[in-house]
């Protein structure tokens, strides 16, 4: 089965450091990956996304994703890490048709900043 | 500039009486999604229009039914709302053709919370 892992549920931080959100993933063939990020009674917004090429994947509001295919990993990263960054990030798998694949969700990670 | 409105944004029904949320877009989409949200967890797809066809996943309940008049708008209705049914609702778009990440991409409105009372 097809599948999207986040291993913390709580990622913290200090203002100004380096954060990593986890994903692991499972799929047969080619993976696409996305990043969204959801704030409190909010829909979710679009992040970036890996397709094909580089690695690593420069995305909304600083934030960056590296591609491990070894490791079938697509962490999410940010080198100075804001207050306002303070929210829950899925990752997720896109599935099916050419046309309307769906996504699969990990089960999200909250990420706290603290000043 | 909202791109995927969704009415209400809170909704309140009672156990067994139907209820419709609303969804509309000015993305000129293809495709427009339902996901079904609980506390504290990943959203889960309910089912898809492309276009006029209608995809359902295999695991979506009876209860739950959709209906896509015009490019623009999609409904949700649920027929006989349970307690289980309190959730955030999502509504989704995404192009569905022309470069492959592009159209994958999954544009999202600020969602519906239903409670059941």
């Known amino acids: 089965a097809q599948s999207v892992a986040q291993p913390e549920d709580q990622v913290n931080v200090a203002e100004g450091n380096p954060l990593t959100v986890k994903c692991t993933y499972s799929?047969?063939?080619?993976?696409?990956l996305f990043w969204y990020v959801q704030y409190p009674n909010r829909g979710l917004q679009f992040l970036l996304k890996?397709?094909?090429?580089?690695?690593l994947v420069k995305g909304s509001y600083g934030f960056e994703a590296e591609f491990n295919k070894s490791q079938t990993s697509f962490h999410l990263k940010k080198p100075s890490a804001l207050v306002s960054d303070s929210a829950l990030y899925f990752c997720?798998?896109?599935?099916?048709?050419?046309?309307?694949?769906?996504?699969?969700f990990g089960q999200g990670t909250t990420l706290q900043v603290k000043p | 500039d909202a791109m995927v409105i969704q009415n209400p944004r809170y909704q309140v029904t009672q156990f067994g009486k139907p209820v419709t949320l609303s969804c509309s877009q000015t993305?000129?989409?293809?495709?427009m999604y339902w996901y079904q949200q609980k506390s504290s967890q990943a959203p889960k797809l309910l089912f898809h229009y492309y276009d006029k066809d209608f995809n359902n996943e295999a695991d979506t309940p009876d209860n739950f039914q959709s209906r896509r008049p015009n490019t623009s708008f999609c409904f949700l209705d649920i027929r006989s709302p349970g307690l289980g049914d309190a959730a955030m609702y999502l509504c989704?778009?995404?192009?569905?053709?022309?470069?492959?990440?592009?159209?994958?991409?999954?544009?999202f409105g600020a969602g519906t919370r239903l409670s059941v009372l």
């Open positions: 799929v047969s063939g080619n993976p696409y």
């Open positions: 890996y397709i094909t090429g580089d690695n």
């Open positions: 989704a778009t995404s192009i569905g053709q022309g470069a492959f990440g592009t159209k994958n991409i999954q544009y």
């Open positions: 993305l000129n989409h293809n495709v």
């Open positions: 997720a798998v896109r599935v099916g048709s050419s046309n309307t694949g769906k996504l699969i």
